[in-house]
């Protein structure tokens, strides 16, 4: 009869969604193609001894750290990889080809071939393999496609047919407790092997064997049913089976809590904690108010590790549709319960709990879960509390405010003379004398103080007349009996009970910043060293001797703060505004949001608390959750490790041991991982400490943020040693890693080391002094015959100066004898003496150009070194006499252009006509301009310069004038012209 029930059970379990009784939620991550990952079909997950977990996939084997995948399997013939197992500290896995062996875990993987087959069905050798177990002396029991099994014992290999098949046919191979071999034939039924007849003795007829699973004395057959069976003695007895309704149990894996997690071909997955109760299907639940059935296809394998800090379990499921990585989130809600704004939270003494949502709801645990239901007839309820003594009391302000006890849950005393006084009694605290303390709404006027109910039921109020003066919001008592109380404003927020005087004292300090706006004290808790920690509009508070701080660090800081609890190790627990639940210890904290199961990240006011099992319960704006293991710490994330190490663009990771140098000018790059699953969202922080200050450095100072860019980047650190210190944070309710610790070593580089530099500067004066040495030498040779060249020259010229005079003398006579009717000319030339010097040709220029109408500049230029002079006279400046330097260039001046292409210049349009000979030049202020290059007596070339502002004012005549003219200079002057002159 219970055979029977159980099936019908599990056959609506399986063919619609469950009641949420027999539910299990985790949230998941997908990893597949569409995800990144290299694979999208997974037949075997395993986890080795230093926390990587191995992937079989149809692409390959890979070693994944939570982001990365490493491929192992790039130089074995297939990349169809059917399972893995660990021997020791190795790991075996068997593809389509052969098995392997990969060795060296803990520091560079290294895959060898222990026996690779052929395509050909040999009896020595595999034929392709899909399964494998360990044998109890070292063997290896392989299952091959060709419906037989192999055994590979001290390098020999030797075949097991069960059948003469031409199918192929997947053989399911377990090892027992006592190290037997068993085989499930999808055709022939089961089989174990007999040591003393060296062949496999049929066990049973069954037929469609899929998966096969021993667990202590239990086997379990998976098909189209789930058998399971005794094993005494290797014979088996029928215990159970399960009929499934059109589907196949296509994996099945048993976790540490004994509990069997069953896979099927429709991907179904399902927990069975005891045989003789409905199994538990999985469902998905990212969010806490959404739930999902997981598409996980056809499934291959179900594998657990679990997390021995957290207690957590994680499921990997190998399936047709990639790996998924299923885990129970650190909150859970409570069943049954709306998803609303609870206003309070109270701890009862046999386990149960109470919470007003509009209603009244009484909250019980339920296996590994907590269940609620409406009490008292649906009571609608502001506040609840339960006393030392047992009674239950409750506020209700329908259809009036009055305060209920109850007893056995019935009424026993009501209290309801609290109308005319305010609203809702909004919170209750039982102190340990017996006391219920209870702070209340106002209504048309203000309330000041609190109240309470003693032991023998009498009402007294505490108002201004007792020390207060604003209402209060929240009351608790320490361990040591100590009572304090919060309330409004900034001076009148905090307080403690005096019991000799029954009156209450204001302890408020003045608040050690700027309050935003309406401060309020909202909640309070005392830890067990008397430190009381108060939860603030501004942020929290921390209260020790007269002294008041405000918390701040990389996640609080001056923002509203609703409830705060705290455990007996004083680490304390906040529930914020907007960040959701946080916990702290020491200086450092840490956020839990949505990711780790909360409905919400608001939370409610003064809904924080624990229970005698360490559990935190705490109300959001989407209702009530509860830490599914003790929440007095969180466990360390796993520290960071280090994945690979750039110096720039090459990798040392390789030749990295235990000190890491580099040069002060190169860039270090460490790529990072923490090896948790999932990886999404791990945040990084580091420090980098002087090796002479680490010592004295605080121990959550000078961490900076790397956020969750698992790639740390450090350019170019100055000279010196240091330690880097990296810390992991993983979601799912985990603080900050113990620090990794790097020693580097930052030097110069040998060419700026100061050695180098001063060796580097000596040798080089001393190439110095031996260059001038040597060209002192050289260059006084060379003066010598320049020297020689230049008296030769000199006399060349004299002998040329002395013909030049002689034709001068004649020309002399000749233009004495010319009538000119020329006036400029003449003027210039009467004004020039017969020795003249050049002063006294600029003097005749001047004299020319302020009788003449036509010019109104005239300069003689000439070269000297490397630049062009101009010397002359011109009406347009204020002095009259010119004097122009510049550097000779024929490509932009027109003097320089006729001087050195001994050309005469006629120029009656400066803007259209310059650019025939120079490049383009801006405006000039003279239209004409007239260049007549020629030679003095010494050799020496000069240009006579003729300028006029107006257009066309030259023409061939004049040219030909100041042709005459520029001879006449020549034979007037005797003397060279420089800038002395």
């Known amino acids: 009869m219970l055979v029977k029930l159980t099936k019908v059970l599990l056959s609506l379990f399986l063919c619609c969604i469950s009641s949420h009784i027999s539910a299990q939620q985790y949230s998941y991550v997908q990893y597949n193609a569409d995800s990144g990952a290299p694979f999208d079909k997974v037949s075997t997950v395993l986890q080795d001894q230093d926390g990587f977990v191995w992937i079989g996939s149809q692409n390959g084997l890979y070693r994944f750290d939570g982001s990365n995948f490493d491929v192992y399997s790039m130089h074995t013939k297939s990349q169809f990889i059917h399972q893995i197992h660990k021997r020791e500290d190795q790991l075996l896995f068997v593809n389509d080809m052969g098995i392997y062996q990969i060795d060296d875990l803990l520091k560079q993987p290294k895959v060898t071939t222990l026996l690779e087959g052929t395509i050909n069905e040999t009896n020595g050798l595999p034929f392709y393999p899909n399964d494998f177990a360990l044998g109890k002396d070292q063997d290896i029991w392989l299952a091959q496609s060709n419906h037989s099994v192999g055994r590979l014992q001290e390098g020999d290999f030797k075949t097991y047919r069960f059948s003469k098949t031409i199918k192929a ?30 062949t496999f003795e049929k066990k049973l007829n069954i037929k469609n064997g899929k998966t096969l699973l021993i667990h202590k004395d239990q086997l379990l057959v998976g098909s189209d049913a789930l058998h399971v069976y005794t094993i005494r003695e290797n014979k088996l007895q029928a215990e159970k089976t399960i009929e499934l309704d059109d589907d196949q149990i296509t994996a099945m894996y048993t976790d540490q809590n004994d509990r069997f997690i069953i896979g099927t071909g429709k991907g179904k997955l399902f927990i069975i904690s005891d045989l003789n109760d409905p199994p538990q299907t999985v469902y998905g639940a990212n969010e806490a108010h959404r739930v999902e059935e997981l598409d996980f296809g056809y499934i291959h394998e179900i594998y657990v590790t679990k997390d021995s800090v957290s207690n957590n379990d994680k499921l990997w499921i190998g399936s047709e549709t990639g790996l998924w990585l299923l885990q129970q989130q650190f909150f859970k809600t409570v069943k049954n319960l709306p998803l609303n704004n609870p206003i309070s939270i109270a701890i009862g003494n046999e386990g149960k709990a109470w919470a007003p949502i509009n209603y009244l709801y009484e909250i019980s645990p339920d296996e590994d879960e907590f269940t609620a239901e409406p009490i008292f007839d649906n009571l609608q309820a502001s506040a ?31 209290y309801d003379d609290f109308h005319d006084r305010g609203e809702a009694i909004f919170n209750l605290y039982p102190d340990s004398e017996g006391n219920l303390w209870f702070c209340q709404a106002p209504l048309n006027k203000p309330i ?64 050690p910043f700027k309050a935003i706006l309406n401060f309020e004290a909202h909640d309070l808790t005392i830890d067990d060293r008397g430190i009381v920690w108060l939860a603030t509009t501004d942020g929290l508070l921390r209260y020790d001797a007269e002294k008041i701080t405000l918390i701040q660090n990389d996640i609080l800081g001056q923002e509203e703060v609703r409830g705060v609890a705290h455990y007996s190790n004083n680490n304390v627990w906040i529930s914020t ?114 090796k002479e200050d680490r010592q004295v450095m605080l121990e959550e100072q000078l961490w900076q943020s790397n956020g969750n860019n698992n790639i740390l980047s450090l350019p170019q650190i100055e000279t010196g040693d240091y330690y880097l210190e990296l810390r992991a944070r993983q979601p799912g309710g985990y603080q900050w890693s113990k620090p990794l610790e790097i020693p580097i070593n930052i030097f110069l580089p040998w060419y700026v080391q100061t050695w180098f530099v001063y060796s580097s500067i000596a040798l080089l004066l001393l190439l110095i002094s031996y260059y001038f040495r040597f060209y002192v030498k050289q260059r006084f040779s060379r003066l010598q015959q320049v020297l020689k060249y230049s008296n030769e020259k000199l006399a060349l010229k004299e002998a040329q100066l002395n013909l030049k005079i002689q034709e001068y003398r004649e020309q002399q006579e000749e233009l004495d004898n010319a009538n000119s009717n020329i006036h400029t000319l003449e003027l210039f030339i009467k004004e020039i003496p017969k020795k003249a010097s050049w002063n006294d040709i600029i003097t005749a220029m001047g004299k020319a150009v302020t009788q003449s109408l036509e010019i ?39 003097t320089c252009w006729a001087m050195a292409n ?76 420089t800038k002395k002159v």
């Open 169 to 198: 046919q997947k053989l399911a191979i377990h090892k027992d407790s006592e190290g037997g071999i068993w085989v499930l034939s999808p055709l022939d039924g089961l089989f174990y092997y007999d040591k003393t007849t060296n």
């Open 384 to 414: 609840v509390a339960q006393d030392k003594a047992g009674f239950l009391w409750v506020t209700t302000s329908t259809p009036q405010v009055e305060l209920l006890k109850y007893a056995n849950n019935k009424i026993v005393k009501r």
């Open 448 to 511: 000041i103080g609190i109240a309470k109910i003693n032991a023998t039921g009498e009402i007294k109020y505490y108002d201004e007349t007792k020390g207060f003066s604003s209402r209060v919001l929240a009351i608790k008592e320490s361990a040591l009996g100590e009572i304090y109380a919060v309330g409004i404003g900034e001076k009148s927020y905090l307080y403690r009970f005096d019991p000799e005087q029954d009156l209450f004292v204001n302890l408020s300090p003045a608040l």
């Open 577 to 690: 505004a907007t960040k959701g639940l946080v916990f702290h210890q020491q200086n450092a904290s840490t956020v839990l949001g949505e990711i780790e199961g909360l409905p919400a990240v608001i939370s409610a006011y003064r809904c924080i608390t624990t229970d005698a099992q360490g559990r935190l319960w705490a109300g959001t704006a989407e209702g009530l959750v509860y830490s599914r293991i003790s929440a007095a710490t969180l466990p360390y994330s796993n520290s960071p490790r280090i994945r690979k190490i750039m110096i720039d663009q090459s990798e040392f990771t390789k030749g990295f041991e235990e000190v890491l140098e580099l040069k002060e000018s190169q860039e270090l790059n460490l790529h990072l991982t923490n090896l948790s699953f999932p990886a999404k969202n791990v945040q990084y922080q580091f420090r980098l400490l002087p």
């Open 856 to 894: 109104n500049a005239f300069e003689i230029a000439f070269k000297e070194k490397n630049e062009i002079i101009h010397k002359g006279y011109s009406d347009q400046e204020r002095s009259g006499y010119t004097f122009r330097s510049k550097a000779f260039n024929p490509k932009n001046s027109l």
């Open 902 to 977: 001994n050309q005469e210049v006629l120029i009656n349009d400066f803007k259209k006509e310059h650019m025939i000979y120079i490049g383009e030049k801006a405006a000039y202020r003279f239209s004409s301009l007239l260049f007549i290059p020629f030679k003095l007596e010494n050799d020496q070339p000069v240009v006579l310069c003729a300028y006029s502002i107006k257009r066309d004012q030259f023409d061939h005549n004049d040219l030909v004038m100041f042709r005459i003219l520029a001879q006449f200079i020549y034979f007037s002057i005797r003397e060279e012209i």
